[in-house]
């Protein structure tokens, strides 16, 4: 039998324990031997909890627990997080986690400690919720170079522009109802802003290319300038707007960004709404690759991690290996990457847009009146602010196809 | 260095060679040491061909090469496959194959021999082509029960069956442009009769239940009674009609079918068109998952055939458990599954139909005239034979809504 000790009964940790309970024999059957939950870590008390005589306030107890050999570690955010984990790995356990933030900031360094220890640090939940995703990167697309990554990586921010597609809903409106719904967090930001799919952006570029790429560095943009109006030519266009994590190799030089886009109905992503997560891969051999389910949610998440746990419990005393160094990659500059970038103005600036867009081809929709609203070619970020300087631009999101 | 043989140098082995030889660096970077083909098998001669020099008509230059220590198998068929995968396996070396028939039907077998012989039998490749779904099954959605397994697992009737509802081609013309443009043979019948589809579910149902699903056993109908007029009638239903390979566990029994099947517009498998496949996992814990890409070509197929490769590599003289027992899994009678059906009868037939199926619900197409369609509510298999008894059934497809 194996112990484990979860640090952090929130929604995903309790969640761990539910899962873990609930499908005992399969997971026993899967690991080789039963796994059961010894200790849960949690600063709070939870009375009448199926988990109470578990709680322990100090993590110590998680820690010297030479029985405990698989730590779950479900706080989220980077501290104490990163202190358990590295401390728990420096002991010799095993970790799995879904925190996202962690893994961003501090995967490669974990990584090597894991390696290291001859221990094994996992983090399948912290992408895609429940959509297995980091391991098929890491063991099943291993005979491909990754030329693209392309993810609906937010539940928050994809319900809410579904809403809007289906609705024609404005987005305070659609915001308001996602967070009714407990969708969305009363502070939003961390969600619509797009600062959840930059994390998780970051670690699945690391990831495809073995260095660390600093979230910090990504281009990010929200989804809170996106109108019903928007919805509109996306629509005339046969399109829908997605919140994308994206990343991309072109030239040698990896570019990455997160950033609202123009989705074609073609595309297998235009179909993923509500909550639901997909991740986009294009390998040089693979081509296509998609990989489509709940990207939260208290099962979907934990059944990610105790995915994690059955590995480690088969791998015990032997380190799989994640190249994911700390080496840092330099992403291309985004103001040199290229494509084409949906834009509005006011009817007046026809004529001078169409003056430094001549290639631009143009897109109506009965319902907006008293704009002007254009595809322009292919070309860079740069350029297109240089021409677009002096326009006075309603909105201009970039198009994916 | 790692030398292995490849077994077969059809499509799918000269794309592994391929493969090999183009991503040779990022290769042996995941597999920790580089990959090199040291003998190919065929029968055939490649002159001018870049493996040329490796080729060799007589198995036994693999068998008992030692410096060989994993053999790929792309031949198809169970004979010789069978023979020279077993030996392979017993002479202490790994096996990974592309090849469905071999896997649907020994696979149990080869696994258990793999595992007395501390080496690997792996299979990637064998279902959805590039897609990772063996690996996930095992290995990622291992915290889960699966409830539910519903695939387009066919390219070739997945390009006729898209082709049909984009153009309101009928069955013979679509086929026709399929096999002009190579993604169906002269010979279809593997592939339209849904043969090819129920290797396939057998495979991953037998995955999903760790124990054999004969594929015999498996209630099989192809497409080739689709009409026009079906995917009118799923147009009018905002839906379409793809050929589906099912599993599905009720009250501890697990039923198995292929047949053509409507797909509303909700669910993701609804847009996998062309020669695209998918898989559709639900877990109990999970909820939904989906794997979306090529389900065959040379390419794709080979980057699946090479990830399994190098997974050998990383785990020499380590088994990787794969669950999947010898013991037969007695499906249950297709008769006693339940559904709801999409029925046309000529309009003479109306008052008949809607005698014995009251609260069926009537489906209008303009296009369509001197028939009554419908949908029934839900009822077994059975049921609904002996309620159509009489009837003169124009067709029947069955309602995955």
């Not at 990610?304 to 160094?325: F, G, M, P």
Request: overall charge negative.
């Amino acid at each position: 039998m194996v112990n484990i000790g979860i640090v952090g009964y929130g929604t995903i940790g309790s969640g761990v324990f539910e899962v873990i309970n609930t499908n005992k024999e399969s997971i026993a059957k899967k690991a080789g031997e039963p796994i059961c939950v010894k200790r849960i870590c949690d600063l709070r008390e939870f009375p009448g909890d199926p988990a109470e005589k578990l709680i322990t306030h100090d993590f110590n107890d998680i820690l010297n627990d030479t029985e405990i050999t698989v730590v779950v570690e479900t706080m989220g955010g980077t501290r104490p997080a990163y202190d358990f984990v590295k401390s728990s790995l420096l002991a010799g356990k095993s970790v799995a986690t879904s925190n996202k933030e962690l893994v961003a900031k501090y995967g490669a360094e974990l990584i090597k400690i894991a390696e290291e220890k001859n221990t094994n640090f996992l983090f399948e939940a912290s992408v895609g919720g429940g959509i297995p995703i980091i391991r098929p990167l890491n063991q099943a697309l291993t005979a491909d170079e990754i030329l693209e990554i392309k993810g609906i990586l937010n539940g928050t921010t994809n319900y809410i522009l579904t809403k809007m597609q289906r609705d024609g809903a404005e987005y305070e409106t659609a915001l308001h109802e996602a967070q009714d719904m407990g969708y969305a967090e009363r502070n939003p930001e961390a969600d619509v802003e797009g600062y959840d799919s930059c994390r998780k952006i970051a670690i699945l570029t690391s990831l495809a290319y073995g260095t660390q790429v600093d979230y910090e560095d990504i281009y990010t943009e929200g989804i809170t300038k996106i109108t019903a109006k928007d919805m509109y030519y996306a629509k005339a266009l046969d399109a829908t707007i997605k919140l994308l994590g994206e990343s991309r190799i072109v030239n040698g030089k990896v570019y990455a960004r997160v950033a609202p886009a123009l989705i074609s109905s073609k595309s297998p992503l235009y179909s993923v709404n509500d909550v639901f997560n997909a991740i986009f891969v294009k390998g040089n051999v693979l081509d296509d690759v998609m990989f489509y389910g709940r990207g939260a949610g208290k099962l979907p998440t934990a059944s990610a991690v105790v995915s994690d746990v059955i590995d480690e419990v088969k791998h015990k005393d032997r380190h799989i290996t994640i190249l994911w160094s700390s080496k840092k990659l330099n992403l291309g500059d985004i103001n040199e990457a290229s494509g084409r970038y949906f834009v509005r103005v006011p009817a007046e600036e026809r004529e001078a847009a169409v003056k430094v867009f001549p290639a631009a081809s143009e897109v109506k929709v009965e319902k907006v009146k008293g704009e002007y609203a254009f595809i322009t070619g292919e070309m860079t970020e740069k350029e297109y602010s240089s021409r677009v300087e002096g326009l006075n631009v309603l909105n201009m999101i970039r198009v994916s196809f």
